[in-house]
């Protein structure tokens, strides 16, 4: 990575994966749909990071299917409640506060990272993914939110108005094929889906 600084802010906190709202539910139906699809590809994984982990739901996901997991978030009040929910379920999952310019040095390299609405936060995203490059032995498992998609939707619900529908926090933007096409530049594609409104891309690194 060089001399590349990779600056993670905490982004905005609301908690998409209980919420009531039925639109809502629909469209993280939607999203835990495509990374349960993307995550089978990658059968015969043991160990997996997940870097800006949030309240830890996708980390637990992983984990009932027998993964061995670490996870961590920027933001320790996601770190509390992520280790709560673990316990609560029954999951041995290690969750850390940790920025992912730190990451390698927390965690060994395992055969699945996931890094999922974290690099539209980021103001060098391709610094990020040299470092989930080089965490990763096998696979990278990346999500965005989809624009101008994303903005519109937000715009249609009257949020963010003066921003254009940019949600706070979100400094970088891609289309679908804008994103894919950064990522093919240093991995090899294996999927790419679009569950409404993100785009979700499962990676295979290069040795």
Not at 56 to 65: D, F, I, Q, V
Request: hydrophobic share 45%.
């Amino acid at each position: 990575m060089g001399d590349a600084t990779v600056i993670q802010p905490a982004g905005n906190f609301y908690d998409k994966y209980r919420t009531r709202n039925p639109v809502a539910r629909w469209l993280m139906s939607g999203f835990l749909k495509a990374f349960d699809n993307a995550t089978a590809v990658t059968q015969g994984s043991t160990r997996a990071i997940e870097i800006g982990c949030g309240e830890g739901e996708l980390s637990m996901r992983l984990a009932r299917a027998g993964i061995a997991v670490e996870a961590c978030d920027i933001a320790p009040e996601a770190i509390a409640e992520a280790t709560i929910r673990a316990k609560a379920a029954g999951l041995d999952i290690p969750f850390i506060e940790c920025a992912i310019e730190d990451v390698a040095g927390r965690f060994a390299p395992a055969e699945l990272v996931i890094c999922c609405e974290v690099l539209e936060h980021l103001e060098d995203p391709h610094a990020a993914l040299e470092v989930l490059n080089r965490l990763s032995t096998r696979y990278v498992l990346v999500s965005v939110p989809r624009e101008p998609l994303w903005r519109m939707l937000n715009l249609v619900r009257m949020r963010y108005i003066a921003e254009l529908g940019n949600t706070p926090g979100h400094v970088k933007h891609w289309s679908r094929r804008r994103f894919v096409q950064m990522l093919a530049t240093r991995f090899d594609i294996v999927s790419v889906q679009s569950p409404l409104p993100w785009t979700m891309v499962l990676c295979r690194v290069r040795r």
